[in-house]
């Protein structure tokens, strides 16, 4: 469905494009005149305007110097990015077709479509955080062309499927009379402005607690980040998500209790949590009246001590429920089992128990009397409703990841409480889009500078072999490589 209104969406901004194509035929010397041109993913616009910017700002030689420098690294580094590359992909394309369950949560590439892969309303932070990561690539081959001589012809910004970039055009002739190594810096210098752009936003956001503390108090929750696909818990009342978990029946989630398995591994006899789940009703109200009992004439006995006693027909909202008497008790004072209704169950409740005896006067203890056990996930106050999970402890946690977030809360009314969690996904994303641009541009793929620089590397590595040959050798890889790419991001588009 998603993919079907991205179509749609996609093929409105194709028309679009075209009745402002058409329309501005007639008076196209304003687009010419301006350096717009209109295109069929979009619009872009150029200038030469900045030919001498880029040189007046590498004139100084400390500056060349430490450019100098810098740039070198930059060639080291994206030898380093080569291998990594081409681990992201490898675990993307292993994530996609093996073992979704067995990565979740996991560094893999994935691409930004609107609607698809990413929510409509991301759109506010992937354009302009896509638009400064390129900005910042493009600096840097900018810088380093300067430092070797090399002028800037053009510069200009591109929509591309409702994403902006930015551009800078080189001339060939120049680059092709360069030494490789030179040549080479200049082609890795945009893979390294963009790592150290990842660096810089993660400082940011692995300071911005502390950066909050003068204004905001903070503490730290228990997020899901996962639902594996096609369990229970992702249902309509299941989990989202994003959604906040507060505890697990009633162990609450805290970071000191190392992680969310340590709630469902606490001693029984500290009645947090045991074999079955316990809830004490008040005795003055009439079981089958108030929760609609449906017991079935046939009471089914398992091994194990456990019993069905529910009809069919109501097994996707009831459960067996048996009464679980003192300790001291020989006689039972109500019904000894009843199939309720679950959720009524758990919203009626005034608590858990092991037995009657921690129940309060008046009140009984029933426990789940099924061979699955019954968790409640309790949920922060934007969750309209507590989750239910039946089931065994190991399948509850393969059914989801969570992670633990810092939520912040303003000491002072007028500063707004948004600031600190707006900022916070500003810098992972500016750190994660740009280290993936990065690898990307590194990895040898038509589109991508890693072409040009696989090709610049040949001729070092093999200038003794006949050009020829090399650009042979260059473009096997590169064909090579740009199918695996596709073949990645296509089982991300099907999965």
């Known amino acids: 469905m998603n993919v079907l209104l991205f179509i749609f969406f996609f ?20 687009t010419s005149r ?14 030469t305007k900045f030919q001498g910017f880029f040189e007046a700002l590498t004139n100084e030689v400390n500056t060349r110097r430490f450019l100098l420098h810098w740039f070198r690294l930059g060639t080291l580094l994206t030898a380093f990015l080569i291998p990594c590359a081409l681990y992201f992909l490898l675990s993307t394309l292993y994530y996609h077709i093996k073992s ?52 800037v012809e053009k510069v200009g910004i591109v929509t591309i499927l409702f994403l902006p970039a930015t551009w800078v055009q080189l001339s060939p002739l120049h680059m092709q009379s360069l030494y490789p190594w030179k040549r080479l810096r200049i082609l890795c210098a ?42 229970v818990l992702s249902g309509e ?35 947090i949590i045991s074999l079955y789940i316990q809830f004490s009703f008040n005795r003055e109200k009439k079981l089958w009246e108030t929760f609609d009992c449906t017991i079935s004439d046939d009471v089914v006995i398992h091994e194990g001590d456990w019993l069905k006693c529910c009809r069919k027909e109501v097994y996707h909202t009831h459960l067996c429920f048996e009464y679980k008497p003192k300790k001291e008790q020989m006689v039972l004072e109500t019904v000894p089992y009843a199939c309720l209704p ?27 009397a ?13 969750h309209s409703w507590n989750v ?31 600031i600190p969690d707006v900022l916070g996904k500003v810098f992972y994303y500016v750190c994660s889009i740009s280290c993936a641009l990065a690898l990307l541009n590194a990895f040898p793929c038509f589109w991508f500078d890693g072409q040009h620089i696989l090709s610049t590397a040949c001729d070092i590595v093999f200038s003794g072999i006949h050009l020829e040959k090399r650009l042979r050798i260059s473009r096997a890889i590169t064909v090579g490589a740009t199918a695996f790419l596709i073949l990645s991001l296509v089982s991300t588009l099907i999965s």
């Open 370 to 382: 099924e061979n699955d056990s019954l968790f409640v996930l309790w949920m922060n106050q934007s």
């Open 190 to 231: 945009g893979v390294l402005h963009n790592v150290a752009l990842s660096f810089v936003a993660l400082l940011f956001y692995l300071t911005l607690p502390h950066v909050m503390l003068p204004f905001y108090s903070s503490h730290e929750v228990a997020t899901v980040v996962h639902i594996k696909e096609g369990s």
């Open 11 to 30: 093929l409105c901004f194709q028309f679009l494009l075209f009745l402002v194509a058409t329309k501005t035929q007639s008076g196209s010397s304003w």
């Open 237 to 271: 009342k299941g989990l989202q998500p994003g959604d906040i978990l507060l505890g697990v029946n009633n162990c609450t989630l805290t970071p000191d209790a190392l992680k969310f398995q340590a709630c469902l591994e606490l001693p029984m006899g500290q009645h």
């Open 342 to 368: 679950i959720r009524k169950v758990v919203a009626s409740s005034s608590g858990f128990c092991s037995d009657s005896s921690d129940c309060s006067e008046g009140s009984f203890c029933f426990h789940s």
């Open 100 to 151: 979704h369950e067995d990565h979740a949560g996991g560094l893999i590439f994935e691409p930004v479509i609107p609607g698809v892969t990413a929510p409509w309303h991301s759109v506010i932070y992937f354009a302009p955080i896509l638009l400064l990561g390129s900005f910042v690539h493009e600096l840097g081959h900018a810088l380093a062309a300067s430092v070797e001589g090399i002028s």
């Open 388 to 418: 239910l999970f039946l089931g065994s402890k190991d399948g509850l946690l393969s059914s989801f990841t969570i992670r633990w977030e810092q939520i912040y809360i303003p000491l002072y009314s007028v500063i707004p409480s948004a």
């Open 34 to 47: 301006n350096n717009i041109n209109i295109h069929a993913f979009g619009i872009s616009w150029q200038t």
